[in-house]
């Protein structure tokens, strides 16, 4: 991608996410109800309801298997972890799917504040050992 001129990028940056306070980001989990879909063993979260139908993967362990970034796009954008499964894994991606084909996660984009979303993401990095790990 070519800069505009006057504009400066070092060589080899990229978006990091800063760190956040996995204690506070497992309260946020909690305010956004993030528990009716998804599991996390270990955790004393009401279980999901059975009306709910299906519901969003297990995050136990997960903090180990992806970036911060990864678990920061998914909540910005559902459909591009979606679209992925799709692409690469077609039956992971059934259960996650509305009749629109597209996630069935909600966008929390213009309820929950930056900082709500970097504390739960730190919240999910510490979810290493099949159960959480904080």
Known sequence: MKQ??????PKGWRFALPAGNHHTGRQVF?????????EVRGEDFPAPKAEQGDVGSALSGM????SAEYFAEVMIDPNASVAWR?????????GYLG???KSKMPSYNDTMTIQQLIDVVAYMKSLTAGAHAH
């Open 4 to 9: 505009p001129s006057g504009l400066a990028m």
């Open 30 to 38: 909690i305010d956004f109800e993030c528990f009716k879909c998804h």
């Open 63 to 66: 903090g180990a298997m992806h």
């Open 86 to 94: 799709i692409k690469h894994h077609k039956s992971e991606a059934k």
């Open 99 to 101: 009749p629109d084909g």
